[in-house]
């Protein structure tokens, strides 16, 4: 709960920075300018980042030690009035990192004034959010892959489950189910080696930075990056406060993730309608219509296709609010958090979405199956055929187009035309095995190389995924 313009607990009656100015801020600006109602959700990270700074003015004789207990007492107090829900915003102390400060001078006194002792809201702020962002890249890598182990898992179950493949979205040639997921997770897999990469440049340390310059006690920078677990420490002051290229990467990284998801999505609605009919969702994760009984909508994968457009939205913001600004930091990135946490939640909501959809993706076998018989799609595999028996490959191509325009006129599938309907001019070339050639079976089994979608190569790329998660 945020407290409108409550002044009257404050350390001054104006809060905590208004000692250069002659009248009170006013009503409309105070609220305006206020970032309580959404950085609230920084509490934790704000006090692990007090801690180790206080721990550092400590090392640095700084403060003394029963000073720092003093700070971490109150500290430790506060993080358990915030859980407990006793703590009272309130919007006049603007932020997070004031509202915190504040609250420990109330607590423990004057020994609190001494905390922000060479340290800036700025170096502050970007602290926190680094350390916000580490820890749920984290969790996301984890839910990514519960997720790609989910699908490497229903691809090994299909790996000679037999399905139209599509090319302008008409039945090209045979493919394995089990191929096709793996090429999800291949997709998925690059997102989270980007987001793992990400993760290496967030996690750099601005506190010392101050509030833009540096600052004159000397603050051993390493020691706090050692206590917060920080790769290393950002090296330029100005760029330390100041740039947010972390939690734009993060967003991008999130916008791609959702491109593929929803790419995905669209497939999986498109395939559980009547007219595909190659899956079944479960009951769980679909919706009815308050109007028509017989429907079974979707409504999982419709929503994770449609918050791509936020996440890409939340990006443009991210790209936008950087644009232009000089250096150092200016106010303009208090804008950064709503959007970087709207992408984490929706990231992290459609990842929890899919971990618990996929394995209950039920194929429609015999659907698929029948698709991939009646699209004529061993055309190219009678083509390969030819070929072998000595055809340049754009004369098969022609005999073949011809023996599909026979099929297509006597209503029956390759398989079922004689050697001489399917090779006209050229069927003493032609052989009885070539029915083996046209099966799906055998036309799946011939895709044998790294990438192929042969069965036997399936497994082969599950296996070695597998290794990678
Ligand atoms: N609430 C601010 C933010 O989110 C904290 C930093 C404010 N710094 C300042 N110099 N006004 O960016």
Request: one cysteine or more; glycine letters at 6%; a negative charge.
């Amino acid at each position: 709960m945020v407290n409108k313009a409550d002044h009257s607990e404050n350390t001054t009656d104006q809060g905590l920075l208004r000692g250069r100015f002659s009248e009170a801020t006013d009503e409309f600006v105070e609220v305006f300018t206020a970032s309580i109602s959404f950085d609230q959700r920084l509490y934790a990270e704000d006090i692990r980042g007090s801690l180790a700074h206080a721990q550092m003015l400590l090392k640095i004789k700084i403060l003394t030690s029963g000073e720092f207990d003093q700070i971490k007492g109150g500290l430790e107090a506060i993080k358990g009035e915030i859980e407990n829900n006793q703590m009272n915003w309130s919007v006049a102390l603007e932020d997070v990192h004031m509202n915190i400060e504040n609250r420990l001078i109330q607590l423990i006194g004057d020994t609190g004034k001494k905390l922000h002792t060479g340290r800036s809201r700025n170096d502050q702020v970007a602290t926190d959010i680094r350390l916000y962002l580490r820890d749920a890249i984290d969790q996301i890598l984890d839910l990514e892959s519960a997720l790609l182990h989910r699908l490497a898992d229903l691809a090994e179950l299909h790996h000679d489950t037999i399905l139209p493949g599509f090319t302008h979205l008409q039945a090209a040639q045979p493919i394995t189910f089990g191929h096709h997921l793996m090429a999800w997770f291949a997709m998925l897999n690059r997102d989270r080696s980007r987001l793992i990469d990400c993760r290496k440049r967030t996690n750099q340390l601005p506190l010392g930075a101050a509030a833009l310059a540096g600052t004159p006690y000397k603050p051993d920078r390493e020691y706090m990056a050692e206590l917060l677990e920080f790769e290393g420490v950002c090296e330029n002051s100005l760029d330390a406060v100041s740039d947010r290229d972390f939690a734009i990467e993060f967003c991008s990284v999130t916008a791609l993730t959702l491109t593929h998801m929803s790419r995905w999505c669209e497939e999986l609605i498109l395939w559980s309608s009547q007219q595909f009919s190659f899956i079944e969702l479960p009951d769980r994760f679909c919706t009815g219509s308050s109007i028509m009984p017989q429907k079974k909508n979707p409504d999982v994968p419709e929503l994770i296709r449609g918050k791509t457009g936020r996440v890409n939205g939340n990006l443009i913001s991210m790209l936008t609010l950087m644009k232009s600004q000089p250096l150092a930091y200016n106010k303009d990135n208090q804008e950064d958090k709503e959007p970087l946490f709207d992408s984490v939640d929706t990231l992290r909501d459609c990842l929890t979405a899919l971990v618990g959809l996929v394995p209950n993706i039920i194929p429609n076998k015999g659907n698929m199956r029948h698709a991939a018989l009646a699209g004529f799609t061993t055309a190219t595999d009678l083509a390969d055929y030819l070929v072998r028996k000595g055809l340049p490959f754009r004369d098969a191509h022609e005999v073949v187009g011809e023996a599909v325009q026979r099929a297509i006129e006597l209503g029956k599938p390759l398989e079922a035309l004689s050697i001489t309907e399917l090779a006209g001019g050229t069927s003493d070339i032609i052989d009885e095995d070539v029915y083996e050639v046209l099966s799906l079976t055998g036309s799946v089994a011939a895709r044998d190389h790294l990438g192929g979608t042969a069965p036997a190569q399936v497994l082969k790329a599950i296996a070695k995924a597998r290794e990678h998660i």
